[in-house]
Structures are given as structure tokens and as C-alpha cells.
């Protein structure tokens, strides 16, 4: 009509949403999608936790480790020495294959999981050899409770017999023949010395660490026990005795 005021629907202001969709039903509302950079970032930032986390795992773990080393090798009480030697950069135990006595194959790297204080010599066993296992034997007692943590190993790098006279005496110890050439490879004497002039230290995760003096008498025994006092107080957090 003419003069009339009224508008038409879709343009009155008034209008309401569900008027304006009557009247055009083929009106779509677009939605926004998560972008792929948006769902890669947070693929990523995923990742990135779950690695944190996996390495703040790994550092409990390892921590009673490293605290007991370096108690021992780092934070040290003024005018604190070792008597032995360490052995920088650590040396594993070598694949290897050692027999006993007996003949039976023993792998040398499953004497792990103790400490090891080991003696090298060839089987005839001269005086010095015989010094070499008392002396063993001796500090392992004399660590009383913590004597079970730490094993006494006679190495025989050579085919001769081990006489029938040192056999009670070696009850308690671990004797293995090892060929000369890897077990010189591996164990290394001081300056001026033979492989059997020393007692060697070797710790739980199999690693050779220190080597004492050659030809030790009362006071350097007396030495080598207290570094093995030393050792074993800053590793008990973490070791036990026995092998897992």
C-alpha cells in the first residue's frame, strides 16, 4: 500500500535470528577448525613432557649413584687423601671369557654387582702372590658387616698349577685364569711395575677404579682399609650385598 511504513522482514530492524534463518533456510554457519599448526604444536608439546618427565625419572634413579661418588671423589675434608690411586678414565670389565679351576667358563663381565679387590699372578704363587691373597682375605674381614659387599679375586694369568697347599686358604676367594694379553689390556701397573706388583679395586658396575701401591706393608694395608671404609660408607645408599 502506497504510504505504507512497514518493512520487509529480513530487513526489519527488530528481526529476530530465527526469523532472518526462515527466511533464508540455505544460510550456513561456518564454524572455525583447529588449525594443523595449532594440533602439531600441541602434538609437540606433549612430547616435550613426556621426555622431562622420562629424564626426571632417570635422575631419581641414578641419583643415590652420583651423590655417593661424589661424595667421595669431590666433596673431600681438608688434607683428605686417597691411598690408592684412581683410575681416570674408569676401565670395564673386559668380555672376557676366564675359567675356574675346575675348568668351567666364567664370563668376566658377571662379577659385577660386587666390589672386587683383585690380586694378579701366575699359578706357581711366589711368596709375593701369597702376601698379595693374605692381605685380601684380611681386609675383607676386617670390614666386618660390609665384608659380604666386597669379593676377593685371584686372577692367574698363566696354565700353571695352583698348588694343593693354597687351596683351604682359598676358600672364600674367586680364582680365574684369564689370558695375559686382555688382562693386560685391561689392568695397568704403575710406573716401573708388574702387573702383580698391585692390588686392584674394581666397583659394582664392574668399572676398575683405583689401583694401590705395589709391595704394601702394615701401614699401607692399614691405608687400604680405611679407602675401603671410605668407599664402602659413600656407596651404601646404593649398593647391597650379593649379586641381583
Not at 20 to 39: K, N, Q
Not at 59 to 82: H, I, W
Request: glycine share 8%.
Amino acid at each position: 500500500m502506497s504510504g505504507s511504513n512497514s518493512l520487509p522482514p529480513a530487513d526489519a530492524p527488530h528481526a529476530s535470528r530465527a526469523d532472518r534463518e526462515a527466511e533464508h533456510p540455505l544460510d550456513l554457519t561456518v564454524h572455525s577448525l583447529p588449525s594443523l599448526g595449532d594440533a602439531d604444536g600441541g602434538q609437540v608439546q606433549r612430547t616435550r613432557a613426556g621426555r622431562w618427565k622420562m629424564l626426571a625419572v632417570l635422575l631419581v634413579c641414578a641419583a643415590p649413584v652420583v651423590a655417593s661418588y661424589f661424595t667421595y671423589y669431590v666433596v673431600r675434608p681438608e688434607g683428605r687423601r686417597n691411598f690408592g690411586a684412581l683410575v681416570e678414565p674408569q676401565r670395564p670389565l673386559p668380555a672376557v671369557e676366564a675359567r675356574s679351576l675346575d675348568g668351567r667358563p666364567v664370563p668376566l663381565p658377571s662379577l659385577q654387582g660386587q666390589w672386587l679387590l683383585i690380586s694378579v699372578a701366575g699359578g706357581a704363587c711366589d711368596a709375593a702372590c701369597e702376601r698379595h691373597l693374605y692381605l685380601q682375605r684380611q681386609l675383607r674381614e676386617s670390614l666386618g658387616k660390609d665384608k659380604d659387599r666386597i669379593d676377593w679375586v685371584w686372577l692367574v694369568n698363566d696354565q700353571a698349577p695352583v698348588r694343593e697347599a693354597l687351596q683351604p686358604a682359598l676358600a672364600t676367594a674367586t680364582v680365574l685364569r684369564v689370558e695375559g694379553q686382555p688382562l693386560s689390556q685391561w689392568l695397568v701397573p704403575g710406573p716401573g711395575q708388574a702387573l702383580a706388583d698391585h692390588l686392584y679395586l674394581v666397583d659394582p658396575r664392574g668399572n676398575w677404579m683405583m689401583r694401590f701401591p705395589a709391595r704394601l706393608d702394615r701401614e699401607g694395608a692399614a691405608s687400604v682399609k680405611r679407602d675401603l671404609e671410605r668407599l664402602m660408607r659413600a656407596a651404601a645408599s646404593w649398593d647391597e650385598a650379593g649379586r641381583k
